[in-house]
């Protein structure tokens, strides 16, 4: 049994932290919106009043929250997890971050005697609810090796990439892939419409071919049934390509893909979708 102290409980969280309860481990869990974690109360997780007193209850510390303003707060600030984490303990963030900061936490953290990874995931609420998300990791080995059973509860995809940061660079990479796929099978659906083919049926041909991916088999079926609830919130996905297209642009790389998608999503956001899951897209083809 490992002491974990969780923080961000929202639609992936949420899951990932109950997963972690019903393997047996001691739970503990702040969010600035205490309602967000009532399930995992009732189920047994201890609430803790402040980022400093869930650091002082865990030997294992896991964040997944909203921006990369949030990651810095959460671990930076002088109310954060490194000002207040007992020596020896193994932060894992897994949010969607700026792989420059999620550098900067390694450092910080090393110079207090604490490990720290970066290691975000893809799967979205499908994913964390089965357990088996794809997980992305960056830090060092011995860290990689501490944190691996508690990885092998929330995903079974789960590869070491490199040093600090190579998680959130790997995730970019997972993001860029999405942006321009999203936009694919969007256009696939609405094309079928006009053709007066069932799109349904569609799907019963192309998912299982060349075209297949993991959005058209879990995604397209929502979009054809009018389903938006957010799996993956329009919000983060913009925050997520915001990133990648700022670190691309540091390296001199041009994603033409990305920078349409975006465009399109910051539309979408902007007619008050932001909200609503990624999914939404088909919207605009409609």
């Given at each position: 049994m490992t002491r974990i102290g969780f923080i961000g409980t929202g639609v992936m969280g949420n899951s990932m932290a109950l997963n972690l309860l019903k393997s047996g481990h001691e739970l503990h869990i702040f969010t600035r919106t205490k309602q967000k974690a009532m399930n995992l109360l009732e189920q047994g997780?201890?609430?803790?009043?402040?980022?400093?007193?869930?650091?002082?209850?865990?030997?294992?510390?896991?964040?997944?929250?909203g921006y990369p303003n949030d990651v810095e707060?959460?671990?930076?600030?002088?109310?954060?997890i490194i000002k207040h984490a007992k020596a020896g303990s193994l932060l894992i963030d897994m949010t969607t971050s700026k792989p420059t900061l999620?550098?900067?936490?390694?450092?910080a953290a090393k110079a207090k005697g604490l490990t720290a990874l970066d290691a975000p995931v893809s799967g979205g609420d499908i994913?964390?609810?089965?357990?088996k998300l794809a997980i992305m990791v960056g830090g060092d080995q011995e860290g990689f090796e501490r944190a691996l059973p508690l990885f092998e509860i929330m995903g079974e995809k789960i590869v070491h990439q490199g040093p600090a940061?190579?998680?959130?660079?790997?995730?970019?990479?997972?993001?860029?892939?999405?942006?321009?796929?999203?936009?694919?099978?969007?256009?696939?659906?609405?094309?079928?419409?006009?053709?007066?083919?069932?799109?349904?049926?569609v799907l019963e041909?192309?998912?299982?071919?060349?075209?297949?991916?993991?959005?058209?088999?879990?995604l397209a079926p929502r979009m054809i049934k009018g389903d938006f609830a957010p799996g993956f919130y329009i919000k983060h996905f913009i925050k997520d390509m915001t990133i990648a297209l700022e670190t691309a642009e540091e390296m001199g790389l041009s994603t033409p893909g990305l920078k349409l998608a975006l465009s399109l999503?910051?539309?979408?956001?902007e007619a008050g979708e932001e909200d609503s899951g990624t999914q939404a897209l088909i919207k605009l083809f409609s």
């Open positions: 997780a201890t609430w803790q009043h402040s980022i400093a007193d869930l650091a002082q209850a865990a030997d294992v510390i896991i964040t997944i929250v707060d959460v671990y930076l600030s002088e109310t954060g999620a550098e900067e936490i390694a450092k994913g964390a609810k089965s357990g940061g190579a998680g959130q660079h790997t995730k970019m990479c997972n993001q860029i892939t999405i942006a321009s796929n999203m936009l694919g099978v969007s256009e696939a659906i609405a094309y079928a419409r006009k053709a007066g083919l069932d799109p349904s049926r041909s192309i998912t299982t071919g060349a075209a297949g991916s993991w959005s058209l088999t879990n999503y910051q539309e979408l956001a």
